[in-house]
């Protein structure tokens, strides 16, 4: 089991930046692709951005690219979303996973691929 703990939500102007991290205990002594979703009111939820289980490949959805940048540190088994040049359209309930199996470059953006989910954090983006 692994669990997953979000931090540094909150509420910011659009163009401001924000960092999210997401914090893993108990079994990380795997590997883990780990992956950022989010999920805006009566939306399904959306891949944001992924990272592979050495942390030197990572993915990002369209909507993203050039804005936000996922990081992986392995020593302190944090993932970190630098978000910058936010918008109103970025505001969501962001979620972090892990996913150890079968998750690459091709179906990264897969939620059901994630096994283990935290519990979300909110970021709201005001215009």
């Known amino acids: 089991q692994v669990q997953l703990v979000e931090s540094g939500g909150g509420l910011v102007q659009a163009g401001g930046s924000l960092r999210l991290s997401c914090t893993a205990s108990?079994?990380?002594?795997?590997?883990?692709?780990m992956g950022w979703f989010r999920q805006a009111v009566g939306k399904e939820r959306e891949s944001v951005a992924g990272?592979?289980?050495?942390?030197?490949?990572?993915y990002y959805a369209d909507s993203v690219k050039g804005r936000f940048t996922i990081s992986k540190n392995g020593a302190l088994n944090t993932v970190n979303l630098q978000m910058n040049n936010l918008k109103s359209e970025d505001t969501a309930v962001y979620y972090c996973a892990a996913g150890s199996k079968g998750i690459y470059s091709s179906n990264w953006n897969t939620s059901s691929l994630y096994a283990y989910w935290g519990q979300g954090t909110q970021v709201t983006v005001s215009s």
């Open positions: 990272i592979g289980r050495l942390g030197i490949t990572s």
């Open positions: 108990g079994r990380t002594d795997s590997s883990y692709t």
